[in-house]
């Protein structure tokens, strides 16, 4: 990272010199473009990836039906009995119920553990 930043520098100043000593012959890079390339490059490797994994999630959340298997994030597993617009109803045991937001859930279970089917 700091050799980028190092670079940047020497285009800026190497710009800059170039300005003042002669005219500018319309050759090199500007740093403007420079830094334009650095945040298009910054959104394509970090923005979008996390944009994708969110709609997916967003998308799971609202599949899930009442009997499906899911996990918090918080480590629990239960099977949903009840879905409202923001919250799941979740059976981790044959007598207790929990209520959780929807953006709670990590992920649906295909197979769920032991403890949960009891």
């Given at each position: ?6 670079i940047i520098a020497q285009a800026a100043g190497a710009s800059e ?102």
């Amino acid at each position: 990272m700091n050799n980028l930043f190092c670079i940047i520098a020497q285009a800026a100043g190497a710009s800059e010199a170039s300005q003042t000593a002669a005219p500018a012959s319309g050759g090199g890079f500007n740093p403007l473009i420079l830094m334009l390339l650095f945040l298009g490059a910054m959104y394509f490797l970090m923005i979008a990836p996390q944009r994708k994994r969110q709609k997916q999630h967003e998308k799971m959340l609202n599949e899930l039906e009442s009997g499906d298997s899911v996990i918090t994030i918080g480590g629990i597993y239960g099977k949903i009995t009840n879905k409202t617009d923001k919250t799941f109803t979740l059976k981790v045991s044959d007598t207790t119920k929990i209520e959780i937001l929807k953006s709670a859930v990590a992920q649906k279970v295909q197979d769920a553990p032991e403890a949960a089917q009891k």
